[in-house]
C-alpha cells in the first residue's frame, strides 16, 4: 500500500469511527446454567426480551455449573448478574454479613474456600462484595421422586439404599444437603449416585437408587415421563422435615405440588419451595453505579416483558420482591425497591378506588330502598330487637373466623405446614374461635395474637349466640301465651275464680290457649302473686267496663270471653251486664276499619266469632272482620237472667250458683255422677275428656253403627269411646240468618250436637265426631288409622 493509500484509509477510519462507537452497546456478563437448564432457559429469555424492550444493553449469558458456580463467580466479580436459588444466594450474603461484622484475622481454610456456608463459602470469599436482588422470577418445588411401591415416612430408612440428592456443586444439591440435615443424616452417611440429572433418572428406572431429590419446577417433564411409566411416584416431605429446615434454614417457603400436575397424580403433596432469583454485585468504582443502575431497569423490564408475553408463559417468570421465602435478607436493589413502591402505591389507588365504587353503589342501592319504603331510617331501628338477633353474632362469628383465616394464612402459610392452604387455616382458625385450639398451631407471635382474639371474640359471639337463641326460644313461648287471637279473655277476676284458672291450664283443649286476665285495683296482692306463677297467665289492671280499655285485648279474636261478678265486698262493684255492653262497643271500635257485611248479621252488625263446625264449648278461630266473641257471663243471682236477652247471639248467660246446686243434688242422688264430673272436668293424665275432630270423608255417607263399630273395633283405640255428632250447618254465620231473632249459642248448640244418635243416623260433609279420649292425638290417630278399616270392610 502507498502512503497515498494509507491516508485515505486513515481518513476513512477517522470519518467513521464516532458511529461504531456509538453503535456498540455495553455488554453486560450473565450467569446461567448448564446447556439444556433451566437457568439457561431463562437467562436467553431474558435477553430475548432486553431486546424485544428496545434496551440499549446486552447480556453474555455464560454456561454455568449452576447456583454455586454463579454465587462463586459473582462475589470474585467475574460476573455483572446471575441467577441463583435463594437458599444459596442468601447463604452467600449471610457471608458477607459475617466478613463485615468479623475483625479478626483470616483463617488459611476459609481463605482456601472451605467455609461452612453453602456452597462451601466463607466469609473472606464474601467479603467486599455487596449482593442485591433484582427480583425473583420463579419458583421451584423440592420433589421426592420414590420408586414405586416405596413410600417413605421417615428419612431415617434412606440409610439403607442408595439415593440421588444432585450433582454436587449445584444449588439442588445445596438444598438436599439441607433436607437431609433437618432429618438428623449428613450426605456423607448416605450411599448416593453422584452424577448428572439424566444418568439419574436412568438409575431410577433400572432401580439402581431408590429415591431421588429433585428442586425444580412442578410439571418437570423428565418427572412427569417416569411417573406416567408408573416407575416412580411423589412422595410427601416428612413434616417433621419441614418444619425443622424451615426453623433452620427460612429461606425456603412450605408450599404444595397440586393435584394433576403429573398423570396419574390425583392428591395435593405438601412439599417446601425455593425461588430463583437475579443477583447482582453492586460496582466496586463509583462511577459505575448510574450504569449499573440503569441496566438493573432495563433487566427488571425485559422480566416484566416476559411475565406478559404468552410466548414465554411455560416458564412461569412472575417478578417478586416481597413474600417468596420465609426469611428475606438480602436487601433489594434500589432501582427495584423505587419499582415496588410504584407498585404498591398503584396497587392501594386500585383498592381505594374499587372501595369508593363500592361504597357508591351501596349508597345507591340505600336510597333505592329507603324511597321505596324497604328500609328503615337507623334512628328509628331498636337496637334491643338487634342485638337479639341471632343472626347478628353468627355474621360476627363467621366475619371473625374469616378474617383471621387470611390473616393467619398470609402469615404463616410459607412457614407453618398445618395452614398451607386456606382450607387449613380456615379448619385451624375454627378451632381457635371455638376454644378448641392447639398451642403449637401457630408460630409467630402475630399469628398467635390474632388466634388468641379470634378465640376471645368467637367464644363472646357464641355466647351471644346461644343467649339470642335462648331468648328466641323463650320470647316464641311467651308470644304462644300471650298472642292476642283465639285466646281466653276473663274480665273481673276475683279471688275464688283461681280453680277455673288451674283448670284451664291442667292437661286437655284449652291448655294451649293463652289465658289474658283482667283484675281490679282491689285485687289482694297475695291473689296476683298466685295468678302470675300459672303458666300462660297475662295480668292486666284496667276497668272493664271502659271499652277503651278492652280494646289491646283484641276481643273480636278471642275464642271465648268469660265475665265474672264482682266480689260481694269488693268496694267496686262492675256488673256483668255493664260490662258486656263494653265487650260490644270494645269490638264495634275494633272492627270500625273492617266492612260490616251486609244486613243478614242481624241487629248487631257483627258475625258471630265460632265457625259453622265448631262447637261453642270447644273455643275456635275468630272469623275474618269485625265479630263478637261467645261469651260466657255469670249472671247475678238476684236479677232475672232475660236482661241479657239483647245479646243473646253471642252471650251465654251463666246461672253458676243454680248449676252447682243441680250438680250437687244429682251427684246425691247418684253416686256415680260425682265420679264420672270429676273426671271429665279435670283433665287428669289417668282420665278421658270430651274432645271434637272433624269426621273424615271415608266416613262421609256411612252410618252412624258403621261409624262407632269401626272405631270401637280397632285394636290400638287408646280408650277412644265415640258419644255422638255435631251436625253441620250451611250457614255463613255460626247459626241461621232466619233462627236469629229466636235461637241463642245454647240453643244452636243444644240442637246440633247429637249425643248418642239413632244408628241409622247418616254421618254427613261437615260433621264432627264427639267422642271421649285420653288425648287429642290420641284420637286424630285413631281416625287415621279408622280408614283402612273402612276400606277392608
Given at each position: 500500500m502507498n502512503s497515498r493509500s494509507a491516508c485515505f484509509v486513515m481518513m476513512l477510519v477517522a470519518l467513521l469511527w464516532p458511529w461504531t462507537a456509538s453503535a456498540e452497546i455495553p455488554t453486560y456478563r450473565w450467569g446461567g446454567g448448564s446447556k439444556k437448564g433451566g437457568f439457561t432457559k431463562i437467562s436467553k429469555a431474558i435477553a430475548v426480551g432486553l431486546k424485544a424492550t428496545g434496551a440499549e444493553i446486552a447480556i453474555d449469558v455464560q454456561t454455568t455449573k449452576g447456583s454455586c458456580d454463579n454465587i462463586k463467580r459473582l462475589l470474585r466479580r467475574e460476573l455483572d448478574f446471575a441467577l441463583a436459588q435463594y437458599d444459596v444466594a442468601a447463604e452467600a450474603y449471610q457471608a458477607g454479613v459475617h466478613a463485615r461484622l468479623d475483625t479478626g484475622p483470616a483463617d488459611d481454610n476459609s481463605a482456601a474456600g472451605a467455609g461452612g456456608f453453602m456452597c462451601e463459602i466463607s466469609a473472606d470469599m464474601a467479603a467486599g462484595v455487596e449482593l442485591r436482588l433484582v427480583t425473583a422470577v420463579t419458583d421451584g418445588a423440592v420433589h421426592v421422586l420414590v420408586r414405586r411401591p416405596v413410600r417413605i415416612d421417615n428419612f431415617q430408612d434412606l440409610r439403607d439404599h442408595r439415593v440421588y440428592l444432585g450433582r454436587k456443586g449445584s444449588g439442588s444439591f445445596e438444598t438436599s444437603k439441607v433436607i437431609v440435615g433437618a432429618a438428623g443424616l449428613t450426605v456423607d452417611r448416605l450411599d448416593r449416585l453422584d452424577s448428572g440429572t439424566s444418568k439419574a433418572f436412568a438409575a431410577l428406572r433400572s432401580s439402581e437408587i431408590i429415591m431421588m431429590l429433585r428442586t425444580t419446577e412442578p410439571g418437570d417433564e423428565n418427572i412427569g415421563r417416569v411417573i406416567a411409566d408408573g416407575v416412580a411416584t411423589v412422595n410427601p416431605l416428612p413434616a417433621d422435615v419441614t418444619e425443622r429446615l424451615i426453623d433452620g434454614y427460612p429461606y425456603y417457603r412450605i408450599c404444595q405440588i397440586e393435584a394433576n400436575t403429573y398423570p396419574g397424580m390425583d392428591v395435593v403433596v405438601p412439599t417446601v419451595c425455593v425461588s430463583t432469583v437475579v443477583l447482582t454485585a453492586l460496582p466496586a468504582e463509583p462511577t459505575d453505579v448510574d450504569a449499573h443502575r440503569e441496566a438493573v431497569a432495563l433487566v427488571l423490564g425485559a422480566v416484566k416483558y416476559l411475565e406478559d408475553d404468552p410466548e414465554f408463559e411455560s416458564l412461569h417468570i412472575h417478578h417478586r420482591w416481597r413474600g417468596f421465602a420465609e426469611s428475606e435478607p438480602i436487601p433489594i436493589h434500589a432501582v427495584a425497591a423505587e419499582l415496588e413502591d410504584v407498585e404498591d402505591r398503584n396497587w392501594w389507588l386500585k383498592v381505594?378506588?374499587?372501595?369508593?365504587?363500592?361504597?357508591?353503589?351501596?349508597?345507591?342501592?340505600?336510597?333505592?330502598?329507603?324511597?321505596?319504603?324497604?328500609?328503615?331510617?337507623?334512628?328509628?331501628?331498636?337496637?334491643?330487637?338487634?342485638?337479639?338477633?341471632?343472626?347478628?353474632?353468627?355474621?360476627?362469628?363467621?366475619?371473625?373466623?374469616?378474617?383471621?383465616?387470611?390473616?393467619?394464612?398470609?402469615?404463616?402459610?410459607?412457614?407453618?405446614?398445618?395452614?398451607?392452604?386456606?382450607?387449613?387455616?380456615?379448619?385451624?382458625?375454627?378451632?381457635?374461635?371455638?376454644?378448641?385450639?392447639?398451642?403449637?398451631?401457630?408460630?409467630?407471635?402475630?399469628?398467635?395474637?390474632?388466634?388468641?382474639?379470634?378465640?376471645?371474640?368467637?367464644?363472646?359471639?357464641?355466647?351471644?349466640?346461644?343467649?339470642?337463641?335462648?331468648?328466641?326460644?323463650?320470647?316464641?313461648?311467651?308470644?304462644?301465651?300471650?298472642?292476642?287471637?283465639?285466646?281466653?279473655?276473663?274480665?273481673?277476676?276475683?279471688?275464688?275464680?283461681?280453680?277455673?284458672?288451674?283448670?284451664?291450664?291442667?292437661?286437655?283443649?284449652?291448655?294451649?290457649?293463652?289465658?289474658?286476665?283482667?283484675?281490679?285495683?282491689?285485687?289482694?296482692?297475695?291473689?296476683?302473686?298466685?295468678?302470675?306463677?300459672?303458666?300462660?297467665?297475662?295480668?292486666?289492671?284496667?276497668?272493664?267496663?271502659?271499652?277503651?280499655?278492652?280494646?289491646?285485648?283484641?276481643?273480636?279474636?278471642?275464642?271465648?270471653?268469660?265475665?265474672?261478678?264482682?266480689?260481694?265486698?269488693?268496694?267496686?262493684?262492675?256488673?256483668?251486664?255493664?260490662?258486656?255492653?263494653?265487650?260490644?262497643?270494645?269490638?264495634?271500635?275494633?272492627?270500625?276499619?273492617?266492612?260490616?257485611?251486609?244486613?243478614?248479621?242481624?241487629?248487631?252488625?257483627?258475625?258471630?266469632?265460632?265457625?259453622?263446625?265448631?262447637?261453642?264449648?270447644?273455643?275456635?278461630?275468630?272469623?275474618?272482620?269485625?265479630?263478637?266473641?261467645?261469651?260466657?257471663?255469670?249472671?247475678?243471682?238476684?236479677?232475672?237472667?232475660?236482661?241479657?236477652?239483647?245479646?243473646?247471639?253471642?252471650?251465654?248467660?251463666?246461672?253458676?250458683?243454680?248449676?252447682?246446686?243441680?250438680?250437687?243434688?244429682?251427684?246425691?242422688?247418684?253416686?256415680?255422677?260425682?265420679?264420672?264430673?270429676?273426671?271429665?272436668?279435670?283433665?287428669?293424665?289417668?282420665?278421658?275428656?270430651?274432645?271434637?275432630?272433624?269426621?273424615?270423608?271415608?266416613?262421609?255417607?256411612?252410618?252412624?253403627?258403621?261409624?262407632?263399630?269401626t272405631l270401637l273395633g280397632l285394636e290400638a283405640r287408646a280408650g277412644v269411646i265415640p258419644i255422638g255428632l255435631y251436625r253441620a250447618n250451611d250457614a255463613t254465620l255460626a247459626y241461621d240468618v232466619d233462627d236469629v231473632e229466636e235461637s241463642s249459642p245454647q240453643q244452636e248448640l243444644q240442637k246440633r250436637m247429637v249425643v248418642n244418635p239413632p244408628l241409622d243416623t247418616i254421618v254427613g260433609d261437615g260433621d264432627r265426631l264427639l267422642a271421649f279420649a285420653e288425648d287429642e292425638a290420641d284420637l286424630r290417630k285413631i281416625m287415621r288409622a279408622s280408614r283402612r278399616a273402612v276400606a277392608n270392610h
Open positions: 381505594v378506588g374499587a372501595s369508593l365504587l363500592a361504597l357508591a353503589f351501596l349508597l345507591g342501592v340505600r336510597r333505592v330502598m329507603r324511597r321505596r319504603g324497604l328500609l328503615k331510617d337507623p334512628l328509628e331501628a331498636n337496637i334491643e330487637g338487634q342485638l337479639s338477633n341471632p343472626l347478628i353474632p353468627f355474621a360476627g362469628f363467621l366475619g371473625i373466623v374469616l378474617v383471621a383465616t387470611v390473616l393467619v394464612w398470609w402469615l404463616e402459610h410459607d412457614s407453618n405446614a398445618r395452614v398451607r392452604t386456606l382450607n387449613d387455616s380456615f379448619w385451624e382458625m375454627n378451632m381457635f374461635a371455638t376454644g378448641n385450639f392447639d398451642t403449637e398451631a401457630l408460630k409467630t407471635s402475630t399469628a398467635r395474637f390474632i388466634g388468641a382474639a379470634a378465640t376471645i371474640a368467637g367464644l363472646g359471639l357464641l355466647a351471644w349466640f346461644t343467649a339470642a337463641l335462648t331468648n328466641i326460644f323463650a320470647r316464641d313461648q311467651m308470644r304462644i301465651w300471650r298472642r292476642l287471637k283465639n285466646h281466653i279473655v276473663i274480665l273481673n277476676f276475683r279471688e275464688d275464680m283461681l280453680q277455673l284458672i288451674r283448670m284451664l291450664r291442667s292437661p286437655g283443649p284449652m291448655r294451649s290457649r293463652p289465658i289474658h286476665v283482667v283484675i281490679s285495683d282491689e285485687l289482694p296482692t297475695r291473689v296476683r302473686l298466685q295468678l302470675a306463677r300459672i303458666k300462660g297467665v297475662t295480668i292486666y289492671q284496667r276497668n272493664p267496663e271502659v271499652p277503651e280499655d278492652l280494646l289491646s285485648l283484641r276481643i273480636p279474636r278471642a275464642a271465648r270471653v268469660i265475665v265474672l261478678q264482682s266480689d260481694k265486698d269488693a268496694a267496686t262493684q262492675y256488673h256483668p251486664l255493664r260490662v258486656s255492653r263494653a265487650v260490644h262497643q270494645a269490638c264495634s271500635k275494633f272492627g270500625i276499619a273492617g266492612t260490616v257485611r251486609g244486613p243478614e248479621l242481624g241487629k248487631t252488625g257483627f258475625s258471630v266469632a265460632p265457625p259453622t263446625q265448631a262447637p261453642a264449648l270447644a273455643g275456635d278461630d275468630s272469623s275474618a272482620g269485625p265479630s263478637l266473641p261467645v261469651t260466657l257471663v255469670e249472671a247475678p243471682r238476684l236479677e232475672p237472667i232475660e236482661i241479657f236477652d239483647p245479646f243473646r247471639r253471642w252471650l251465654i248467660p251463666i246461672k253458676e250458683r243454680q248449676l252447682a246446686n243441680h250438680w250437687m243434688v244429682t251427684a246425691c242422688v247418684d253416686p256415680g255422677f260425682a265420679e264420672v264430673f270429676n273426671g271429665v272436668v279435670s283433665f287428669r293424665d289417668e282420665n278421658s275428656e270430651a274432645y271434637t275432630v272433624p269426621m273424615p270423608e271415608w266416613f262421609h255417607g256411612k252410618t252412624w253403627r258403621t261409624v262407632r263399630r
